[in-house]
């Protein structure tokens, strides 16, 4: 079991997710480049969050790795086999072990079928024949998820938004999945509702030995369920790190920033001064040139503003993508 | 620090719903102080907004039913004033800024003209010149860069904070006495979220107002309110100093919600608290504590009688009967 815990689940190689817009740039045929050249790896039992602001790419990233958007360019590996080219129907059978929980448990659910019709519709799908059977195993999850028997034939106007989302978890896990995307799950949540489904995924976590991409803009929550987190700006992936050392030494700047940004509760440091990111972020349509965040970046430099950093590991397990530790790794 | 500049008094509000009547919110009674931030907190359905609209008189009069009690603005009763009277004092002496930027502001006019009808609308001695010049110096108090090129483009050019600093100019522009801050960050991330917050804390400096924000969000209001005002179901369950209250919350419900968000500093607990069970509807509201069917303390005595809100010390007050106690 150990050894299966250091196994590589889901891995990306330079996966690029490019989308085509209605203009030309210069003749060319524009293009917004929402992820951009991203290689990582998410492992067995793992949680992996994936952090950064509105329009980073990172629910693109989500949705490219489970193929509901076709990349680029790259390539995707689930358990070291390339699934980057499967065809559509070859590739059903791994749809199984790859689901996903999305962010409005209020649009994400047919208002027309009942909570146990939504499950089953899963298992038809997958051509499970039996209607017994389907039955059978739709009252079964719902159990697991914390829903009562007496839910399956209730519609989704009828459930409050954090059983909604317990729907949308019970949806994602009926086909015994190994790896879940979980894109945003709690954002539309009040907090006391909020830390329910935290705790019940972490629970399905271990019961069912799964693997998530935790996808969320709230730093507190993702700090909280992580194991690994990324930081993801402007298609890119700036920096990846052990939970623990990203918030103890963060090293990209724009990491710094973002931290630096989230409110806390803590009346023992008096205010504390924080140094605000300036500025907005560039359109993605018009990246800056070089490295994408120099125009907002308090310690660019001339190389910044012409060169893209290479990712490099500065200290084991923490990768960041930053001319600032150019010399660290080559003196390493 | 200084009087009460406003002060609500048992304000309570039914509306009409085709579910029935719904009492919204029941003997609201909080004030407002010159120069200070009050925050507003609870979670969706607790009656902070329906609070708030009512000081300003936002309701849809068509769904209203009743409401009672008494909204004094420098000890004046803003329920006994005619439409038009209110007309001066909204955007004028009290303003508002909302969630949504996108859909408060007009797709259709430029941000300039925006800002420019908000003045000449409460001071018609004004030239046009003369409220534009107005309109530019507060774009630039707001912080927006390249203000004069910004005057002239509308909503839609501009990113989700800029917007937001075009809500807050519009409500700045006549100088309020009290601004009404309804979910002012919520839509947007954290970085320009505290931008944002600090141009509040800033303006509210340098203008001497007086801030209500109403939000979610606890470390926000940790970070920037002076005192808070926690609501649950339609009532107010406590009310202290901020520091207080983050220090030695007293209300089951309070405390629970504080536990319940994952902290930045601390070591992380195996599981996060919980809150048992979920709000109940506005037309299910339990007899007795409205909080007694979710609290873990709760006895036969909550499940009765409801506690009033009675003060503890220094201004600390809670709805309990454990911290009563």
Not at chain 1, 138 to 149: A, C, D, F, N
Not at chain 1, 178 to 195: H, K, M, R, T
Request: charged fraction near 25%; include cysteine.
């Amino acid at each position: 079991m150990e050894q299966k815990k250091n196994q590589v689940l889901m891995e990306t190689r330079n996966l690029k997710k490019y989308f085509p817009v209605e203009k030309k740039i210069d003749g060319q045929q524009a293009e917004v480049k929402a992820v951009n050249d991203i290689s990582m790896k998410i492992r067995h039992n793992e949680v992996y969050g994936l952090v950064g602001e509105t329009g980073c790419g990172k629910s693109t990233f989500g949705r490219t790795l489970l193929r509901l958007m076709e990349p680029t360019e790259g390539r995707i590996f689930y358990k070291g086999e390339d699934i980057t080219e499967l065809p559509q129907g070859e590739f059903r059978k791994y749809r199984q072990k790859l689901q996903m929980i999305f962010q409005d448990p209020y649009t994400s659910l047919n208002p027309r079928k009942s909570a146990g019709k939504i499950l089953e519709e899963v298992l038809a799908v997958q051509g499970m024949k039996n209607v017994r059977e389907r039955m059978e195993l739709s009252l079964e999850i719902l159990g697991k998820v914390g829903l009562r028997p007496e839910h399956y034939y209730r519609y989704p106007h009828e459930f409050s938004g954090g059983q909604r989302q317990r729907i949308g978890i019970a949806r994602a896990l009926i086909l015994n999945p190994e790896f879940i995307v979980c894109d945003e799950p709690v954002s539309a949540l009040d907090v006391s509702i909020q830390s329910q489904i935290i705790n019940l995924l972490l629970e399905l976590k271990e019961t069912e030995h799964l693997s998530y991409l935790f996808i969320a803009h709230d730093i507190s929550v993702v700090r909280y369920i992580s194991d690994r987190i990324g930081v993801m700006y402007l298609g890119y992936l700036f920096e990846e790190s052990h939970t623990a050392g990203l918030f103890r030494s963060p090293l990209h700047p724009y990491t710094k920033a973002l931290l630096a940004a989230v409110p806390t509760i803590d009346f023992d440091k008096g205010k504390k001064k924080r140094e605000l990111i300036r500025g907005e972020l560039p359109s993605p349509l018009f990246p800056p040139s070089g490295c994408v965040f120099h125009t907002r970046c308090p310690y660019a430099k001339d190389i910044c503003k012409e060169q893209c950093p290479d990712m490099k590991e500065v200290e084991k397990g923490h990768r960041v993508m930053c001319h600032l530790y150019d010399e660290k790794e080559k003196t390493k | 620090m200084s009087s009460k500049l406003l002060e609500v008094k048992n304000l309570a509000a039914s509306f009409k719903t085709e579910r029935g009547l719904m009492k919204a919110i029941d003997g609201i009674s909080f004030y407002a102080q010159e120069n200070e931030i009050l925050g507003i907190v609870g979670e969706s359905g607790c009656g902070k907004s329906v609070t708030c609209q009512s000081v300003l008189r936002l309701y849809d009069e068509k769904h209203l039913v009743k409401l009672e009690g008494e909204i004094l603005f420098d000890g004046e009763n803003l329920l006994k004033y005619s439409e038009k009277e209110m007309e001066h004092i909204r955007g004028g002496a009290i303003s508002m800024v909302f969630q949504d930027a996108l859909s408060a502001l007009n797709p259709v006019m430029k941000i300039g003209d925006q800002i420019v009808e908000g003045i000449l609308l409460h001071h018609k001695e004004l030239s046009k010149a003369e409220a534009k010049e107005r309109a530019l110096n507060i774009l630039e108090q707001v912080g927006i860069p390249a203000f004069r090129e910004r005057f002239e483009q509308y909503p839609h050019e501009l990113s989700g904070g800029m917007r937001q600093r075009i809500m807050i100019a519009i409500a700045l522009v006549c100088g309020p006495r009290i601004l009404i801050a309804d979910e002012p960050t919520t839509a947007l991330d954290v970085t320009i979220q505290a931008q944002i917050m600090n141009l509040i804390v800033r303006l509210k400096e340098e203008m001497g107002m007086s801030v209500i924000l109403i939000t979610h969000d606890l470390a926000v209001v940790a970070e920037t309110c002076d005192r808070v005002v926690v609501m649950y179901l339609g009532q107010i369950v406590e009310e202290a100093d901020v520091k207080e209250l983050f220090l030695h919350p007293a209300h089951p419900y309070t405390r629970g919600m504080m536990m319940s968000i994952p902290s930045m500093s601390e070591e992380k607990p195996e599981r996060l608290y919980v809150i048992q069970g979920t709000v109940p509807l506005l037309s299910q509201i339990p007899s007795g504590c409205r909080f007694a069917p979710r609290c873990e303390y709760a006895t036969q005595r909550c499940r009765e009688a409801m506690p009033e809100l009675e003060e503890l010390e220094n201004g600390h007050k809670v709805r309990c009967f454990m911290a009563q106690r």
